[in-house]
């Protein structure tokens, strides 16, 4: 096994030794316990599961309702898409079905087929594990969040804005999200990964 790994806080390279049991160890930098880990992998499947539970009502539900003068649209995430592609954004349309709907998904499929045993994926699980790692940096709900309460604000001024069941929705999914991040036992996983390697050859 490799001798050395990263602080999950602050990335700083560290060396692996074997504490003594009952011992607390620190990052010397940001004080971010490293042993005893902390076994989050429990946890964040309950988030991945919350999160991916969340994903089809914050999907399907109504998110806002904008009113202007006598015409009122409902609009869903999805209906959304289509509404940008009729007024001629299909560039718009395609980046909120890329970044809104498609990769939050295949962020949280991806994220549970690392959360299986090892036994499972077998060699594939060294591919899922670098899925993971691309996708990391690639979901923006958060983003979209903020670009939704941009609107909501900037709107306000001359239509009247209804924020629907579906908002909600889709703010619970997004702290999951968040949470499937934190949680996220990265290091654990990888030395699974590399243990069940050994193991099979
Ligand atoms: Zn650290």
């Not at 649209?73 to 709907?101: C, D, H, K, N, Y």
């Not at 309460?149 to 900037?154: G, H």
Request: aromatic share 10%; charged share 15%; hydrophobic share 55%.
């Amino acid at each position: 096994m490799s001798s050395s790994f990263l602080c999950p806080d602050c990335d700083l390279l560290l060396s692996r030794m074997t504490y003594a049991r009952g011992i607390r160890v620190r990052c010397p930098r940001c004080a971010h316990v490293i042993y005893p880990c902390r076994n989050t992998l429990n946890r964040c499947r309950a988030a991945l599961l919350a999160a991916l539970i969340l994903f089809f009502p914050a999907n399907i539900i109504p998110v806002l309702t904008v009113e202007v003068g006598f015409s009122s649209q409902t609009s869903t995430i999805s209906t959304g898409v289509f509404t940008l592609w009729r007024e001629g954004m299909p560039v718009v349309a395609f980046m909120v079905l890329l970044f809104a709907i498609i990769v939050p998904f295949l962020r949280l499929v991806i994220a549970g087929l690392a959360l299986l045993p090892p036994q499972v994926l077998k060699r594939r699980g060294l591919l899922v594990m670098r899925w993971h790692h691309i996708l990391e940096d690639w979901g923006m709900v958060d983003i979209f969040m903020l670009g939704v309460l941009v609107a909501i604000v900037k709107l306000n001024d001359f239509a009247t804005i209804t924020v629907e069941r579906g908002f909600w929705f889709l703010a619970a999914m997004m702290v999951m999200e968040l949470r499937v991040v934190q949680l996220m036992p990265v290091e654990q996983l990888w030395q699974r990964y590399h243990k069940f390697q050994v193991q099979s050859q």
